[in-house]
């Protein structure tokens, strides 16, 4: 159930009404008050602003139950959450004032023209002299967000900015959203391409699947910058951070547990990718149609891909039927696809991350009592599995040692990196993963990009922190 803040302003006619009248309202139609504020006082009418929070699908009751009540005019409504977003939640700000002549002539012209030729006799150096050093595409093209699907590029910019703000607070790193108005796969590969120039890395994020894949391996090809596709690889290492956290609370290790990942899409796919790379020796891909079985045939390539992997299991069948036996389950799909009874056919000490968003896969109340480790995609459960612990550490360490691309060992770094801010002190069954506000998360993956990309020959700079592991 998700819950919202509104802000109501009344005017009481105190004749007719009381506040107490007005809080038991409220709370009738499923509403709390959380705070409340005198905007205009008075013996006769009184005007007050009432926060009010409530269950989004109850929202409209507590007003209308307001609306219905003699002596109350309801001035204005207003969501908190859309207030948030009035104008926008980011801006460019520069990084110098301009005061005078002088310092117009250094920042633009005449004086910029000499910068401008030192870029065009030496290319790199871009990224001492703009922006580029420091600044990060969001692109999308609203095909995949977040829980909503296809909502276009125009819906899909607030998502965009909030991912900016991320960026900037947690790790300095200067985002800006690019919402493409295609679907068009060439053209998307060919517009990030064109814009390239001025950015040191591209995030793309919430494209549908399976144009992602070709999107991203085109682009990681054709440009000498980083690219990332959040949903893919941003949420594979964090299920595999969680994973490893997981594995010592039960004692098991990666080579012998045996996984089933529901819902192979983009993130299904790198999760399984990821697993592989990790050292999991026995998986089964499950999604509607199926297991992804070893040796099968399959139209969508990176399935085609998977069923090629030694490490997968060759026993087809739904998830109900394979799901006997596992230690782990991890979920990318949609909410209430596995039951009690399912989880109950599970090997002992089971590991289930049901990360479906907004409904998990299993009912939470359902699973914790059936389970040794519980996670989800979650804010109001324990482990939550939230990309946010990714994106802003690597690009910061990608950009700091301007590497090439972002390669498999760079993203395993990065998983082992998040998994050890979690001290073996603190490590338990409801903490098996770091909050995002903690702070050692970004320095942590930041350290261990830059020293897998050192040591994999993809930095192209040795920042001045880490050249003594030279």
């Known amino acids: 159930m998700a819950f919202n803040s509104i802000i109501l302003r009344l005017e009481l006619n105190h004749t007719l009404v009381t506040f107490g009248q007005v809080a038991s309202a409220v709370s009738d139609a499923g509403g709390d008050i959380v705070s409340i504020d005198v905007i205009r006082p008075g013996s006769d009418n009184s005007v007050r602003d009432i926060t009010v929070q409530v269950a989004d699908e109850r929202e409209k009751l507590v007003v209308d139950s307001l609306r219905a009540m003699p002596g109350i005019h309801i001035i204005n409504v207003s969501d908190r959450t859309f207030l948030a977003h009035l104008g926008g939640k980011i801006s460019i700000q520069p990084s110098m004032p301009i005061r005078n002549r002088d310092d117009l002539s250094r920042v633009y012209t005449p004086g910029v023209a000499r910068v401008s030729m030192a870029i065009h006799e030496n290319i790199d150096k871009a990224y001492s002299l703009t922006i580029k050093r420091n600044t990060v595409a969001v692109v999308t093209d609203g095909t995949a967000v977040l829980g909503l699907g296809d909502i276009g590029p125009h819906a899909a910019a607030p998502v965009m900015e909030g991912k900016a703000m991320l960026f900037k607070q947690l790790a300095e790193v200067d985002a800006f959203p690019i919402c493409l108005d295609t679907k068009d796969t060439e053209e998307i590969i060919r517009t990030i391409k064109a814009i390239s120039p001025i950015f040191g890395g591209i ?179 324990p482990n939550q599995i939230n990309n946010v612990l990714v994106f802003p550490g690597l690009f910061r360490g990608v950009l700091d040692c301007r590497a090439k691309v972002i390669n498999e060992q760079i993203k395993l770094a990065a998983a082992h990196a998040i998994a050890a801010v979690v001290s073996s002190s603190e490590l338990n069954e409801q903490y098996i993963i770091p909050s995002i506000f903690n702070e050692k998360v970004v320095k942590n993956v930041r350290r261990a990009v830059i020293e897998a990309a050192m040591r994999t020959g993809v930095a192209r700079r040795i920042p001045p922190d880490m050249r003594s592991l030279d």
């Not at 997968?312 to 739904?318: A, F, I, Q, T, V």
């Not at 090997?347 to 409904?359: H, K, L, Q, Y």
Request: charged share 20%; aromatic share 6%; hydrophobic share 45%.
């Open 203 to 381: 995030n793309l994020e919430d494209i549908s699947s399976p144009r992602c894949f070709e999107i991203e391996d085109r682009l990681a090809g054709e440009l000498d910058i980083p690219i990332f596709h959040d949903d893919q690889h941003g949420t594979a290492i964090v299920v595999v951070a969680g994973l490893i956290n997981a594995l010592k609370v039960t004692g098991k290790s990666m080579e012998n547990i045996r996984v089933v990942v529901n819902g192979i899409g983009a993130a299904g796919v790198s999760i399984c990718k990821m697993l592989l790379a990790s050292g999991v020796q026995h998986l089964t891909p499950v999604d509607r149609e199926g297991a992804i079985i070893r040796g099968g045939t399959y139209t969508h390539p990176m399935w085609q891909w998977l069923a090629s992997q030694p490490q997968l299991e060759d026993k087809p069948g739904s998830l109900h039927e394979v799901i006997a036996g596992a230690d782990v389950f991890i979920g990318v799909s949609r909410g209430n696809v596995l039951g009690a009874e399912d989880v109950q056919l599970m090997a002992p000490d089971r590991i289930v991350f049901a990360m479906a968003n907004p409904e998990p896969e299993i009912d939470p109340e359902v699973a914790l009592p059936l389970v040794n480790v519980f996670a989800t995609g979650r804010s109001d459960y």
